[in-house]
């Protein structure tokens, strides 16, 4: 997959992933019926710069445990941010997370170079041109079947995803336990001087 040049060099750039998990994972079972590999992920997003925040949003449902997918997230380096479904009296839920993942990056914003908004949700587009108000590159990283036109237009660049980020459900299941820890290529940035409480968005459990 070939990714254009940003105008940041590549290891100075100051890289923050935000990962709406629910678009990537109803994305890759409709269209590759599998499971994303965030490894692969987090390595298109960094691409050899300076991470210096990569969080995931998800939305649990009482009855179904996800501490096993919630601990693989959290050995490639991900902060967890979750928030349960709100069930409705006709039995229908509800949940999202675009408002605490535009908060969340817009607080960001100032200390980072480039934000890279891993989902294809076309209510991110008004989020992305505030974020390049800001003066903040933003490249949005997708599966293209499942983007929003308009998203794809607002990034700076856009990065599509296709079946080489898809990990198959039944070698998940097996290799779980042996999941690799945040890969060799990832370059942290560990003292950002940014404190985390500032970015709590939902008063909702956190892992």
């Keep these: 997959m070939l990714f254009k040049k940003i105008k940041y060099p590549a290891k100075t750039a100051r890289v923050g992933v935000f990962v709406d998990v629910q678009n990537m994972f109803y994305s890759a ?3 590759y019926d599998g499971k994303v590999d965030f490894e692969k992920v ?3 997003a960094v691409r050899g710069r300076s991470l210096i925040a990569a969080i995931a949003y998800l939305v649990c449902v009482e009855d179904v445990d996800q501490s096993a997918f919630i601990s693989v997230l959290e050995r490639l380096g991900f902060t967890i941010r979750t928030k349960y479904l709100k069930r409705r009296a006709d039995g229908s839920g509800r949940g999202d997370w675009d408002m605490g993942i535009a908060i969340d990056a817009l607080l960001r914003a100032p200390k980072l170079d480039v934000i890279v908004l ?3 949700d076309g209510d991110f587009v008004e989020l992305v041109h505030a974020l390049k108000a800001q003066g903040v590159t ?3 990283l997708s599966f293209p079947q499942n983007t929003a036109e308009d998203l794809k237009r607002a990034a700076d660049l856009y990065l ?3 079946g080489d980020f898809i990990r198959k459900s039944q ?3 097996e290799h ?3 999941f690799p820890p945040l890969p060799d290529s990832i370059n942290w940035v560990k003292d950002s001087g940014i404190e985390e409480e500032e970015f709590t968005t939902d ?3 956190t892992v």
């Design 29 to 31: 079972k409709e269209y």
């Design 160 to 162: 599509p995803m296709d």
């Design 203 to 205: 008063p909702a459990s």
């Design 176 to 178: 779980q336990e042996e």
């Design 171 to 173: 070698k998940q299941e």
């Design 138 to 140: 933003v490249e949005v």
């Design 42 to 44: 987090l390595e298109a």
């Design 118 to 120: 891993v989902s294809g």
